[in-house]
């Protein structure tokens, strides 16, 4: 009976230095880490080109990722990435895909098929700064997470439908000037594509 009762506060002791164990190793346990991004648009440029590349855009940006790990919710560590992007977005057209035929008995140039505009849209990003620390470091990564997502939101804020108008009518405009021979030799230049008649060629 004496050894039951030395025993019983023992084993009662082992049980609340487990219960205590495990409590604190839950309220210390790291949670699923949190990025949260900034984007700044700097400058947005866009020229025409009288070449095979009829249209370019430029445009650069800064982007700020947050990263951080949370206790019940409440925000403990925290580091920081920024990066600076530079972006070209060009539109093109395959001139060699361009189809026409030279009536010269009757003086006409036949414009049967135009190539489709191509468009290639290049990110470039550079780590402007990292706000690193001890307790949640900045991994290769995390690194290389940040940096595609900034190429991504790059891509993304391209408007491909209006650089491809722009391009169209860039392209329309630099055919015009190829033909001037043509309209001062009086060739009449025929349209079947129903792409360029707008311009009264």
């Known amino acids: 009976m004496r050894n039951l009762k030395i025993l019983l506060p ?11 164990f495990f409590s604190f190793k839950s309220c210390f346990s790291l949670s699923e880490k949190k990025e949260k991004s900034d984007y700044y648009l700097l400058t947005n440029q866009i020229s025409k080109m009288n070449k095979m590349v009829v249209l370019e855009q430029n445009f650069s940006a800064m982007q700020k990722t947050k990263m951080s790990y949370e206790f019940f919710g409440k925000e403990m560590t925290s580091n920081s990435i920024i990066t600076y992007t530079k972006t070209d977005a060009q539109v093109s057209y395959d001139l060699n895909k361009m189809k026409i035929e030279v009536d010269s008995i009757n003086k006409k140039l036949v414009i049967s098929e ?7 849209i290049t990110p470039s990003v550079e780590i402007q700064s990292m706000d690193d620390s001890f307790f949640n470091r900045i991994s290769e990564k995390d690194i290389k997470n940040v940096t595609q997502k900034a190429k991504q939101t790059a891509i ?5 439908n209006k650089l491809r108008n722009e391009g169209r009518t860039q392209l329309m405009e630099n055919l015009n000037n190829i033909f001037v021979l043509a309209k001062a030799l009086n060739y009449k230049i025929e349209d079947q594509t129903g792409k360029i008649g707008i311009l009264n060629l």
């Open 10 to 20: 023992f084993f009662a002791g082992v049980i609340l230095m487990l219960l205590l």
């Open 114 to 120: 135009l190539p489709n505009a191509e468009i290639r």
């Open 156 to 160: 993304n804020s391209v408007d491909q």
